[in-house]
């Protein structure tokens, strides 16, 4: 009996979004908190140009250092200081939140236990043949059969840029034939604001070899625009990087991911359509007497890129079974969220059991055993679009399938890039969503929401 393993960025944060914290000195706190760092978000109607400003007055008004600024999407800071300086700086009238920064990392999920290999001729050994995430994509039918061996595809997402907010992207990667921007302009960014990133994940360790584990990124833009793999086989894909690959490795912080989100409609090449994929998951308290995560920093970053910017993000719901209502980004009403869905021994297609769902989720997408760009320790050139933690087929019996809602939602994320292939600039969150979810024929019976839809793109005549 074999598990595999999905991996999805899980930060578990301890941090209540309402009520209102402004002027009240409460601080929303972090199970895994970076000590004494916080991200203060001032008033909304806080110009942009004063922010510098405020927080150098307030920093020394309270003591501490700032260690960067936030002016594009949110107007705040992150500073550095000791709790009793943060407690007092938040009952300022011009601080509409302090949140503690928190570090992220990768967690592993235990997935569904399967024999391995599945016997001949059933219709889970059929999906483990093939790159059924693709072959399923595309058909038509909401009945048998659903999976034909083939994937037709009338659009590739060309001229559309897939921001991969994750690990970081092997650019030489045959998957992606020269499409990878590796977008050194995010790493000066980064670097300026004091957020810098360590080694990418191969560099280290010499020519194509990954740290164990850190080639998550490389496997979700493959998914998104592979090759082999990939939905939308003609999109750029950026790699905007926001996890360490080394010391420690498969770390981030709320601080970096929101300076990496800043900076993406800062890109000096990002054109008119853009895509932003989040294979993340963050997890805040359960608590009944809060209301959900709606109002972090992180939230407000995402609803300004969609609203303000018209870059749709794409989130994973999760993968803990629980209503996307406590978890991030996947939470974000203004996100487009994706569950996952599988298929059973017996044919059916059904909420993955480890998904989570309901709240605002927007689409399923197949979640289990997706093949996708190999991330093992080597590249084999001859067999490059292998699963991370690896072999989909029999080739490698004691190697087993990734699975995951961060591997669901790169499947939508190229989805929307080939939608936005074919429509003017500008498309909101309503436009795309409502287009996609017309072209769907199937659903997935979510226990919060009922029926959900099953993401489709037939779009050949």
Known sequence: MRTARSFVFSLLLLLPALPTFAGTGRILRAVKPVANQYIVVLNAATPADAVASIATRLTHAHGG?????????FRGFCVAMPDAAATALARDPEVASIEEDAYGQLATTQTMPVTYPPPSGTPMAASLASFWHLDRLDQASSTAPRLNGSYAYCTTGSGVRAYIVDTGVLPTHPEFGGRVDTAPDLANYLNAAGLGLGPQCWTSAGGSQFYALAGHGTGVASIVGGATAGVAKGVTIVDARAVECSSPVNQTTTSRINK?????????????????????????????AYGGTG????????????????IPVVAAAG???????????GDIARAITVAGSYIDSTGVEAKWPYSNWGNTTAFYAPAQY????????YIDPSRPWRSQYPECTSDYPDDTCVSGTSFAAPIVTGVVARYLETHAPGATREQIVSALQANAKAYIVDPGLGNVPLINMADCP
């Open 260 to 288: 990496v989100l800043e900076w993406i409609p800062q890109d000096p090449n990002r054109g008119t359509k853009s895509v932003v994929n989040m294979s993340l998951s963050y997890i805040y308290t359960m608590d009944p």
């Open 319 to 329: 993968n803990e079974n629980l209503n996307v209502f406590w978890y991030i980004p």
């Open 370 to 377: 997706i093949e996708s760009a190999s991330t093992l320790q």
């Open 295 to 310: 109002q972090t920093s992180m939230a407000q970053a995402v609803t300004t890129l969609v609203d303000t910017y018209h």
């Open 65 to 73: 250092r700032i260690v960067t600024t936030y002016t594009v999407l």
